[in-house]
T-cell receptor, first 112, second 117 residues
Framework: NAGVTQTPKFRVLKTGQSMTLLCAQDMNHEYMYWYRQDPGMGLRLIHYSVGEGTTAKGEVPDGYNVSRLKKQNFLLGLESAAPSQTSVYFC???????????FGQGTRLTVV | AQKVTQAQTEISVVEKEDVTLDCVYETRDTTYYLFWYKQPPSGELVFLIRRNSFDEQNEISGRYSWNFQKSTSSFNFTITASQVVDSAVYFCALSGGKSGGYQKVTFGIGTKLQVIP
């Protein structure tokens, strides 16, 4: 019973490099989310999706792009990484927007 | 805009003590949902409870209990007879419909609980 799976778990990038974080869920959820977690700031919503083919901006979307080509996958892209994007990234999914969210194990990203 | 305040950033208790984690929220929505999540040292967030704004009944689940009071905009979480396994960061979260949709969940900054054996 996988739930929500994120890859990779760790990554170090140089400033200016690009990368894609992959999130996959096997619960047939419509809603998927990308959050970042920083010390003293809790979790902040980057982007979210309410269904296949749809995406929307969250609280801190600048510097990130997302795609939801398949219902079970939600990709987060960094086109040109900056040190300010050093963070722990969490993907989550839920049945509805106001129901419990299931989280992945997180991706620790360091940009040097 | 909606806001969640967890004023206690870190709490330390000795095992078997009771501890209450405070959560105060702000929203203009009349219909909203409140959540608590646990983040153990392993890092993954785990759902604990969901409560809607029309249900002010307190909830008890084993050693965990939640006190929802609309009059004070609070949704506090109490652990009775704490155990070392309760050591974690606990997040309170709010989902309000008019603030752009229920999917825009606002999290507090979290309370780190350390239970000392």
């Amino acid at each position: 019973n996988a739930g929500v799976t994120q890859t990779p778990k760790f990554r170090v990038l140089k400033t200016g490099q690009s990368m894609t974080l992959l999130c996959a869920q096997d619960m047939n959820h419509e809603y998927m989310y990308w959050y970042r977690q920083d010390p003293g700031m809790g979790l902040r919503l980057i982007h979210y999706s309410v269904g296949e083919g749809t995406t929307a901006k969250g609280e801190v979307p600048d510097g990130y792009n997302v795609s939801r080509l398949k219902k079970q996958n939600f990709l987060l892209g960094l086109e040109s990484a900056a040190p300010s994007q050093t963070s722990v990234y969490f993907c989550a999914s839920s049945y509805l927007g106001n129901t419990e969210a299931f989280f992945g194990q997180g991706t620790r990203l360091t940009v040097v | 805009a909606q806001k969640v305040t967890q004023a206690q950033t870190e709490i330390s208790v000795v095992e078997k003590e009771d501890v209450t984690l405070d959560c105060v929220y702000e929203t203009r929505d009349t219909t909203y949902y409140l959540f608590w999540y646990k983040q153990p040292p392993s890092g993954e967030l785990v759902f604990l409870i969901r409560r809607n704004s029309f249900d002010e009944q307190n909830e008890i689940s084993g050693r965990y209990s939640w006190n929802f009071q609309k009059s004070t905009s609070s949704f506090n979480f109490t652990i009775t007879a704490s155990q070392v396994v309760d050591s974690a960061v606990y997040f309170c979260a709010l989902s309000g419909g008019k603030s752009g949709g229920y999917q825009k969940v606002t999290f507090g900054i979290g309370t780190k609980l350390q239970v000392i054996p």
